[in-house]
C-alpha cells in the first residue's frame, strides 16, 4: 500500500492518535477531514477500518474488510481483520471466520496470527485435537508471544481444561 504524504498524513496520524485515546468518533472525525481524492486510499481504508473494529461495528467492518481483501489480497492483517469482524458480524459466525482464514493458512507462513487466530475457531468449533495442531503450528512461528496470549484467551480454555 503507498504512503501517505502531509498533510494527508498528519491527519491520518491524528486518527490514529484518537483511536488510541479511545475516542472513535474524533478518529473518524479526522479520517473525514482528509481532501476527497484520499478518501479511496488504501492507508485511510485501513484506518477507517480499524475504527469500524474499535467501534465494534462488525457489519461494516467485515464489508470493508472484505473490499479490502480483494483489494490488497497480499496483506495478512486484512485476512486477520475479516475473519475477526467477521465471527461477530449479524450474519457472521465462527465457522465462516474459520474458512475466511484456513484458506490463507498457506499463503501468509510467516504470520503466526493465522494459525493463532485458527485454533481460536477450531477450540470454539470443539476441534480440540485439531486446535491443539494449529496452536503448536503458531507457537512455532511466534515463541513466547504465542505462549503468554494462549494463557489468557477465554477462546482455548477448552483446550487448557482438556490438558489438565
Not at 142 to 158: H, I, N, W
Amino acid at each position: 500500500m503507498e504512503p501517505l504524504e502531509p498533510p494527508a498524513l498528519h491527519l491520518l496520524k491524528a486518527a490514529y492518535g484518537w483511536l488510541e485515546l479511545g475516542n472513535v468518533p474524533e478518529a473518524l472525525a479526522e479520517l473525514q477531514r482528509l481532501p476527497a481524492d484520499c478518501q479511496a486510499l488504501p492507508g485511510v481504508q485501513v484506518a477507517r477500518l480499524d475504527c469500524l473494529m474499535a467501534a465494534k461495528d462488525w457489519d461494516a467492518a467485515a464489508v470493508l474488510a472484505c473490499d479490502l481483501c480483494g483489494e490488497h489480497p497480499e496483506e495478512p492483517g486484512l485476512w486477520l481483520h475479516w475473519a475477526y469482524a467477521k465471527r461477530r458480524c449479524t450474519e457472521g459466525n465462527i465457522e465462516t471466520a474459520y474458512y475466511i482464514l484456513s484458506q490463507r493458512l498457506d499463503d501468509f507462513p510467516d504470520e503466526w496470527l493465522i494459525p493463532y487466530n485458527l485454533a481460536c475457531y477450531l477450540c470454539q468449533m470443539d476441534r480440540l485435537e485439531e486446535a491443539q495442531a494449529m496452536l503448536d503450528r503458531a507457537r512455532a512461528q511466534g515463541g513466547e508471544k504465542v505462549e503468554a496470549m494462549a494463557r489468557e484467551d477465554e477462546d482455548l480454555a477448552a483446550l487448557r481444561r482438556s490438558q489438565r
